[in-house]
């Protein structure tokens, strides 16, 4: 089995910066693509930003210039750094990855449980 452990949500007040992490964990062959998705209430999930098994990233507009994503191979990690954060970004922040574990023919994309920011104004 994969799991996605995210951490580093919380409450930061507008302006301010918050670091997430997600960290795959199992059976783990080779981990392709990442991404951090959000949903706020009410909201559908949207793709803030991505980053390929080649460093590839790419970011949704409203994360542009503030967020920064990055991968740890040797520790398969995820980080998303948020800055100037304003409360449009009061979301759960989702991590997802597509992964191919040990001994599978194929890659299969996972979730992590999400950790909640809240920004206030």
């Known amino acids: 089995q994969v799991q996605l452990v995210e951490s580093g949500g919380g409450l930061v007040q507008a302006g301010g910066s918050l670091s997430l992490s997600c960290a795959a964990r199992?059976?783990?062959?080779?981990?392709?693509?990442l991404a951090w998705y959000r949903q706020a209430p009410t909201k559908q999930r949207e793709l803030v930003a991505q980053?390929?098994?080649?460093?590839?990233?790419a970011y949704a507009d409203s994360a542009k210039g503030r967020f920064t994503i990055s991968r740890d191979n040797a520790k398969n990690t995820v980080y998303l750094q948020m800055n100037s954060l304003n409360p449009e970004d009061t979301a759960v922040y989702y991590c997802?990855?597509?992964?191919?574990?040990?001994?599978?023919?194929?890659?299969?994309?996972?979730w992590g449980q999400g950790t909640q920011v809240t920004v206030s104004s």
């Open positions: 980053i390929s098994s080649d460093g590839t990233v």
């Open positions: 997802n990855a597509n992964i191919l574990r040990l001994g599978d023919p194929k890659a299969y994309w996972y």
């Open positions: 199992g059976s783990i062959r080779n981990i392709n693509f």
